[in-house]
């Protein structure tokens, strides 16, 4: 490793966070006997410990409950996009199910900031936790911050939704211009996610877990623009522009998201199914980018 990436001796002893370079998608974790190895960005703040209980069943796991939350929610926001579902429940029950499930989104949203967050916490003190940082450094601090501010929107979107008689004037500012926001904020955020996963705007890692899941998320986040473009809220007349596309396009988007969500699963556990007895790295040697472990 060259000087500039070299540690200072008892760097990593007193405690200090893996550095990340600006916008990184890799960053140089320091392991306990003192050994820099280069990892991935996502696979660092996926797997900081091991895997604990099953794929599909892992209550104690935060990992876990992000993908369980995560497909709650899009399952609920996919039932409230289907017109039968909609006709069943009537528009007050169709509003309901969306702002429940915007509130599955924040849930699992925020615990993807949280574990963004708890990746960079410096190891001299792990259980000192600060609630909101600021790490303008960090990809994945950029793509969970944003995104959770998306689901805020979404939340008051949907819960201003449920409101009766609202006028033109006030559905077109309060209902359908957050979730115009929203869904801004969730394509900035898959799109960064993307991003790291790729650690640039193209590849192709059909053997990646985080591949296909930030792929899908892309998808599902410009279905959702899509829908809010549709669902333009005329503010003089409070006719929507079309609502059948957006309905449509928000049933795409869930389905993407839950998609998702679902591969979410595998992905926590993948280092422990999948683990191969490897020699350390060698701190004259250490691991170019493309050891993503």
């Known amino acids: 490793m060259n000087r500039a990436d070299r540690t200072p001796p008892g760097r990593d002893r007193a405690g200090r966070r893996p550095r990340r370079r600006a916008a990184a998608t890799f960053v140089d974790h320091i392991r306990a006997d003192g050994v820099i190895v280069r990892r991935e960005s996502r696979h660092h703040r996926k797997h900081q410990k091991p895997a604990t209980g099953s794929t599909w069943w892992a209550p104690a796991a935060r990992g876990w409950w992000i993908a369980v939350l995560f497909a709650i929610g899009s399952a609920l926001f996919a039932a409230g996009s289907i017109p039968a579902y909609a006709d069943a429940v009537g528009t007050r029950g169709d509003t309901l199910t969306y702002f429940i499930g915007s509130l599955f ?26 609630f909101f940082t600021y790490q303008p450094h960090q990809i994945d601090w950029w793509a969970t911050s944003v995104q959770l501010a998306g689901t805020l929107y979404f939340n008051i979107s949907t819960g201003l939704a449920m409101a009766d008689n609202l006028s033109a004037q006030t559905a077109h500012q309060h209902v359908w211009r957050p979730d115009a926001i929203g869904s801004v904020c969730f394509l900035v955020a898959s799109t960064l996610a993307w991003y790291e996963a790729c650690h640039g705007w193209l590849a192709w890692r059909a053997r990646s877990w985080a591949w296909w899941i930030t792929l899908v998320n892309l998808i599902g986040s410009i279905a959702f623009g899509i829908s809010a473009v549709a669902g333009y809220i005329n503010p003089v007349t409070g006719q929507v522009n079309n609502i059948d596309r957006a309905d449509t396009q928000t049933l795409i988007g869930a389905l993407c998201f839950l998609a998702g969500a679902i591969l979410l699963l595998p992905e926590r ?3 422990t199914h999948h683990r191969s007895p490897t020699p350390n790295p060698s701190p004259r040697n250490p691991p170019t980018p493309h050891d993503r472990r």
């Open 105 to 130: 989104f924040t849930a699992a949203s925020f615990l993807c900031y949280r574990e963004a967050v708890d990746a960079a916490t410096p190891a001299r003190n792990p259980h000192h936790r600060q």
């Open 269 to 271: 556990t993948e280092e």
